[in-house]
């Protein structure tokens, strides 16, 4: 696990967005996973930055969301097919027709998850996993306990993760309660992953994932079972780190070769 400390929010996200864009120039045909909420949207703006800049083609790239909420009108603006056509398939220039969600309104859920990881396979695997993380340690929408080798799925929301959602929503009654999220095991067969966050609020869950006990208590802390995973977060995420000041140091003296930036 590589984890970098930077001074500022904005620094993670263009940091993210370096690391994701020497993937996509290398493969100009990589497959993004990608993820909703707050904290990756740094890095979709310091990729679209560089998508009107002329630097980055995006044209070629497919992704694949995380996650989807379930029951909620495709067209609701907090629908994360909303939010991925919103925040990202469109500032970044992606093509449409390869930008897959999870189908929440699908009939038979189950068989909507198993097509789900069909797709993600058949279009070769995804190359590089974006993530933020929940401040109970969720990534996608794999809450406290879910199994590591978990797959697309339905889940339960957890009643925080409901709450700290309700701020999308007019009334938090309005928050679904269920979802589909790609699995702790899907996500670990991404070739790379990236997590970011930011702020005092994840400093708890970045802690318990980079240093904790390999647990199901805290998912993100499946990341460490990933051969490729780096971790960007700020100053006040990496507050509750024990081994800061190492990180700081290796990440100070990574070889030039090494970098991505
Ligand atoms: C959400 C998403 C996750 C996200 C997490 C943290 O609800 N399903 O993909 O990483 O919770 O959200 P935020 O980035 O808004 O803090």
């Not at 609020?201 to 079972?225: I, N």
């Amino acid at each position: 696990m590589e984890i970098i400390i930077l001074p500022t929010p904005d620094e993670v996200g263009r940091v993210a967005a370096s690391l994701i864009a020497s993937v996509v120039r290398a493969k100009p045909d990589a497959v993004l996973g990608l993820a909703t909420g707050s904290s990756p949207l740094g890095i979709y703006r310091s990729l679209a930055e560089r998508v009107r800049a002329g630097e980055l083609d995006l044209t070629g790239v497919s992704g694949f969301a995380l996650d989807e909420y379930v029951g909620i009108p495709l067209e609701h603006p907090e629908s994360y097919a909303s939010v991925i056509a919103r925040d990202v398939t469109g500032p970044l220039g992606l093509d449409p027709a390869r930008v897959h969600v999870p189908d929440g309104r699908a009939a038979d859920l189950e068989a909507a998850t198993q097509r789900y990881d069909d797709d993600i396979a058949a279009a070769g695997g995804v190359d590089i996993q974006i993530l933020g993380i929940g401040a109970n340690g969720h990534i996608g929408f794999n809450e406290p306990t879910s199994s590591f080798a978990s797959r697309t799925r339905i889940k339960t929301l957890a009643p925080e993760t409901r709450r700290a959602n309700a701020r999308f929503f007019d009334d938090p009654d309005d928050v679904p309660t269920h979802c589909l999220t790609q699995g702790l095991g899907t996500i670990l067969d991404a070739r790379r992953v990236v997590l970011v966050a930011q702020g005092p609020d994840k400093a708890r869950a970045v802690a318990a994932a980079v240093e904790g006990p390999l647990s199901a208590l805290c998912p993100g802390s499946a990341l460490q079972l990933h051969r490729h995973a780096t971790i960007v977060v700020d100053e006040a995420a990496a507050a509750e780190l024990t081994l800061a000041d190492y990180y700081r140091y290796t990440y100070a003296h990574k070889p030039a070769w090494q970098r991505f930036e």
